[in-house]
């Protein structure tokens, strides 16, 4: 077994701590990873967010066997392969049943882009039709959902993101859980109104002239 780079680690543990923290992840229902070369870091099963340590991380190689972590990887390493094999610009993957995105899930066939923060998704967010947990045909229907896109709700089940780190897959899913929210607020006073391509150009037009990153907002900058 070869050690796991530990700037990588950090970050992982970091994030799941974060994930448990702002209520994303209540207890083991959720996983995290992110790659490395063609390797990836996974959280094992069963693991509690918020007490997530380094010793319940695998790594496992781009055909999905363990190199390194005695524990077994998540119910749903499946999904994350799949993504890192299609989807060259995902440096890690976060999968939640955070609760505003897994109602909502339960609920539409997509999430309208409603607030210029969505861009960081990709727009709109699709659900992803409904297959049992860890299995070969949810990992493809998720896909599908992640066409062109960053996140994607899982009917009745959760929502997944991906970004190029776990701080900035942390952020998206935050932007996502935000957005559920305040989709489902909005629909209670009447139908949410849903930006138009050429306001989502302009947002995309003043992203780049301010350069502002969109998963990663500059402290102390307000938007
Ligand atoms: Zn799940």
Do not use: K
Request: hydrophobic content about 45%; proline content about 4%; charged content about 15%.
């Amino acid at each position: 077994m070869q050690a796991m780079p530990t700037d990588v680690v950090r970050e992982l543990v970091a994030t799941a701590h974060a994930a448990a923290a702002t209520g994303l992840v209540v207890g083991t229902v959720g996983n995290v990873s992110a790659r490395i070369g063609d390797h990836f870091l996974i959280s094992a099963s069963g693991t509690r967010f918020d007490s997530l340590s380094p010793a319940q991380l695998c790594e496992l190689d781009c055909d999905g066997n363990v190199v390194a972590g005695t524990l077994r990887p998540s119910s749903e390493t499946g999904l994350h392969r799949a993504i890192y094999r299609s989807r060259a610009e995902a440096g890690a993957i976060l999968h939640t049943h955070a609760p505003w995105s897994t109602a909502l899930a339960c609920v539409l066939d997509e999430l309208p882009c409603i607030h210029y923060q969505m861009l960081a998704l990709g727009g709109a967010v699709r659900v992803a039709p409904y297959r049992c947990f860890g299995t070969d045909e949810l990992a493809a229907v998720t896909l599908a959902a992640l066409e062109g896109r960053r996140a994607a709700l899982m009917s009745n089940h959760g929502a997944i993101v991906f970004a190029e780190s776990p701080a900035a897959a942390f952020e998206a899913m935050q932007v996502l859980e935000f957005a559920c929210r305040v989709y489902w607020r909005a629909a209670q006073l009447g139908m949410p109104r849903v930006l138009d391509p050429q306001q989502w150009q302009e947002v995309a037009a003043q992203v780049q002239r301010l350069g502002y990153g969109v998963t990663h907002p500059r402290r102390g900058r307000g938007r």
